[in-house]
């Protein structure tokens, strides 16, 4: 055994040396083997040779030591393999922020997706930025919040105020803010490559709000949140989740009630279990 092994130890070094060589092949003729046995090459290839001793008896399967797996052509490209996760394309996260004047400075200067292209202006977020009680977070601006580059401005925002008002605080005393900083064309939904980009500014948005709760409005804002692309909003409302420690509540967006009025009870109960996790009573109407 001792034997077979140096054989292919030395095997292993001469295709080795041919590939750093830098040849695709190698040649395993008459000569090539002669040299690599040590035997003069007129003797390999003279008739006169004298008779090879018989053949020694097979080998047990179990003993029998493994044939190289082509190793010249695996080894031949010109760079070596890769993990997958090293071949993929990163997103560099914005630098850690001291002030939410800093992160919104950083998203007027945002040039990484198309939609830096598009918008009219970007639309950071806005309001209590000192441990508010909560913070809401949406899923983008549109068309009125790309004009007026704030948050939660149209006939949705003016909702959103009602809702403010009911739990009882004023605008000003919560954050405001959405999963993207800039309108996607046609107010339609943002992708998951948008959303990649644009969520380490709402994370560190959050990480300097430092809210009580935070309220995710919709199925977006709420899937943005938990990076879960398949997140159903129907089945997570109204059941506490977390982000990053901090209590989650999600519930349906401001827009969905404009178009489906009788959820409005199912919203305000959702904020009502907000209310109470605060230890606070809604507004007396």
Same mark, same amino acid.
């Given at each position: 055994?001792?034997?077979? /092994? ?12 041919? *590939? ?12 090539? @083997?002669?040299?690599?046995?040590? @035997? ?47 071949? #993929? ?27 830096? #292209?598009? /918008?009219?202006?970007? @639309?950071?977020?806005?309001?209590? =930025? ?7 977070? =949406? ?7 790309? %004009? ?10 003016? %909702?959103?105020?009602?809702? *403010? ?13 959405? *999963? ?25 948005? *959050? ?27 129907? /089945? ?20 969905? %009630? &404009? ?15 907000? &209310? ?8 007396? /109407?």
């Amino acid at each position: 055994m001792d034997s077979v /092994r140096s054989v292919i130890r030395d095997l292993r070094e001469v295709l080795e040396c041919e *590939i750093l060589a830098g040849r695709r092949k190698a040649s395993f003729d008459d000569p090539f @083997v002669a040299q690599f046995a040590g @035997v003069p090459e007129k003797r390999a290839s003279s008739s006169a040779a004298p008779a090879a001793p018989p053949p020694p008896a097979p080998m047990p399967a179990a003993q029998m030591p493994a044939a190289p797996q082509a190793p010249v052509e695996k080894a031949a490209s010109a760079a070596p393999m890769l993990p997958l996760a090293a071949t #993929q394309p990163s997103v560099p996260a914005p630098p850690a922020f001291t002030a939410l004047e800093a992160v919104a400075d950083a998203v007027r200067h945002c040039a990484k997706c198309p939609l830096s #292209q598009t /918008r009219t202006h970007c @639309v950071p977020g806005e309001g209590n =930025g000192n441990a508010p009680d909560v913070m809401f977070v =949406g899923e983008a601006p549109g068309h009125d919040e790309d %004009l007026a580059g704030r948050p939660f401005v149209g006939r949705a925002g003016q %909702l959103l105020d009602k809702m *403010i008002a009911a739990m009882g605080f004023r605008r000003e005393e919560v954050f405001i803010a959405n *999963i993207l900083k800039c309108r996607p064309p046609n107010n339609r939904t943002p992708t998951v490559e948008e959303m990649a980009v644009c969520i380490p500014f709402l994370r560190s948005q *959050i990480s300097l709000v430092r809210p009580k709760v935070i309220v995710a409005l919709g199925a977006t804002a709420y899937r943005g949140l938990k990076n879960d692309e398949k997140a159903s909003i129907s /089945r997570a409302r109204g059941i506490w989740d977390d982000f990053d420690g901090i209590p989650l509540m999600p519930t349906f967006h401001p827009a969905y %009630l &404009l178009r489906t009025p009788g959820a409005k009870r199912i919203v305000w109960n959702d904020l009502k279990m907000v &209310l109470a996790r605060l230890g606070r009573a809604p507004a007396a /109407r």
